[in-house]
C-alpha cells in the first residue's frame, strides 16, 4: 500500500511538472512575439504598405489645402515655427511681428498673441512655441531668455527665466513638463536640450554639439526636436544626419540616421559668398502615435546662388528601423496636428504688389499605408 501511494506520488509530480514546462513554453513563446512587436515599432501590415512607397505622393495623401489669410494683422514676415492645438488651430510664430499668430481650421484670422518688448507677454525674439492639451501656449523669446505663457484666448499668465541659454525650439513633455532645444550654445557644447517643470525648474539636461561643429568657425543653429505623448524625445543637429532617442530624464534610447549618396555633409569650412550652398541640413522631425512612425526631413541646397530648397522626407519606426524614404517636396515638414494628419507648409517666393510675401499655403497630409 505504502509502494502504490508513492507511485501515486511521483506519477502527480511528473503530471505537475509536464505543465509548468508548457506554460514555460507558451511564455517564451508569447515573450519572443511582444519582443519582436516592440522591435518593429509597429503593425507589420502597415511597415510593409509603407516600404513600398517610392515617392512623395505615394506616401503621404492630402487631406486638405489652404491659404492663411491675409490682412495688415495677419500679414507673416517670417515663419519661424508652426504647431497645431488639439482643436486644430494653427499657430505661427513670427519674429519680425514679436507675436504668435493664431489662424483657425481653414486659415481663417483668429487673434494675435504678444507684442514688442520687454514686459509681461512681450517679445524680443520669438524663435518658437508649444500648445498643451488644455490651450495653453509656451512661447519661447530666446533674446530674453524665457518662455511665457498664455491661456487659449492669449491672455498672459505668467514666465520662466531660461538657465544656460536662450534656445531655439520648445516642445511640451505631456503636461508637467517642456523642453527648450539649443542647437548651438555660446558657453557650451553639451546640454543642449533642456527639460524643465512647468513650474520652471531645470529637472535634465543632455545630448552634445556634434565634433565636426565645434571646428566650425561660424554659427550653425539648425536643429530639431519632436515628442511623443509618452515623454520621449527625438532630436538631431541639422549638421549631422543622426537622430537620438531619449526619455525625459536624459537617458539615451537609441540612435539611428542615414548615410544617402545624396546626403551632402558637413565639414566645417563656411560658405562662400557667390556661390551655391553646399551642405545638406536635416530640418525638421515629427513623429506619430498612428502608425508609431518617425518622420525625418532633410533639405537639399540648389545647384544655383539663392535657389529655393528641396526637401526630402524619410520614415523609420520608433526604433529607428528605416522604412522608406527619398520622398521629395517642396514643402516643409512641420508638425502633427489632430488624428495623425501631418502639416506641412508652402512657403511663396513671388512678392506681391506691395513688395511682400503672401502668407504660406496650409497642406495638411495623412500617410497612406
Request: charged share 20%.
Amino acid at each position: 500500500m505504502r509502494k502504490r501511494e508513492w507511485e501515486q506520488t511521483v506519477a502527480q509530480l511528473i503530471i505537475i511538472a509536464l505543465f509548468l514546462a508548457g506554460l514555460a513554453v507558451v511564455f517564451s513563446s508569447w515573450s519572443c512575439k511582444a519582443k519582436r512587436t516592440d522591435t518593429a515599432g509597429l503593425d507589420a501590415h502597415k511597415r510593409a504598405a509603407l516600404a513600398q512607397k517610392r515617392t512623395f505622393s505615394e506616401a503621404f495623401r492630402s487631406v486638405g489645402t489652404f491659404h492663411l489669410e491675409e490682412s495688415d494683422s495677419s500679414l507673416i514676415g517670417r515663419v519661424y515655427d508652426v504647431q497645431v492645438s488639439n482643436g486644430g488651430e494653427i499657430y505661427v510664430c513670427d519674429p519680425t511681428s514679436y507675436a504668435v499668430l493664431v489662424f483657425g481650421k481653414r486659415g481663417e484670422f483668429k487673434r494675435k498673441i504678444g507684442t514688442k518688448g520687454e514686459g509681461p507677454g512681450q517679445f524680443q525674439w520669438l524663435a518658437s512655441a508649444s500648445v498643451s492639451n488644455r490651450g495653453e501656449i509656451f512661447a519661447l523669446d530666446s533674446r530674453l531668455r524665457r518662455v511665457s505663457v498664455f491661456d487659449s484666448t492669449g491672455h498672459f499668465l505668467k514666465l520662466f527665466f531660461l538657465k544656460e541659454g536662450g534656445g531655439q525650439l520648445i516642445r511640451l513633455l505631456g503636461t508637467d513638463f517642456f523642453c527648450v532645444f539649443d542647437p548651438y550654445h555660446l558657453k557650451s557644447t553639451d546640454n543642449l536640450v533642456r527639460v524643465y517643470d512647468v513650474q520652471g525648474s531645470l529637472r535634465s539636461s543632455f545630448f552634445s554639439l556634434p565634433k565636426i561643429v565645434e571646428k566650425a568657425r561660424y554659427v550653425v543653429a539648425i536643429g530639431s526636436i519632436d515628442c511623443t505623448s509618452k515623454g520621449i524625445l527625438f532630436v538631431t543637429h541639422g549638421a549631422e544626419y543622426q537622430v537620438a532617442k531619449y526619455d525625459k530624464s536624459g537617458r539615451r534610447l537609441a540612435g539611428f540616421g542615414r548615410n544617402p549618396s545624396w546626403f551632402r555633409a558637413f565639414d566645417a569650412s563656411p560658405p562662400v559668398p557667390g556661390k551655391p550652398f553646399k551642405y545638406t541640413f536635416v530640418t525638421g522631425i515629427v513623429s506619430l502615435s498612428e502608425p508609431e512612425v518617425v518622420l525625418v526631413q532633410v533639405s537639399i541646397p540648389s545647384d544655383k546662388p539663392g535657389g529655393p530648397f528641396r526637401n526630402v522626407i524619410d520614415i523609420f519606426d520608433m526604433n529607428g528601423n528605416f522604412i522608406t524614404g527619398d520622398l521629395e517636396t517642396s514643402w516643409q515638414l512641420e508638425c502633427a496636428g489632430p488624428d495623425n494628419r501631418i502639416l506641412f507648409i508652402e512657403t511663396p517666393t513671388e512678392l506681391t504688389k506691395l513688395g511682400k510675401l503672401p502668407n504660406p499655403t496650409i497642406h495638411w497630409c495623412e500617410l497612406a499605408w
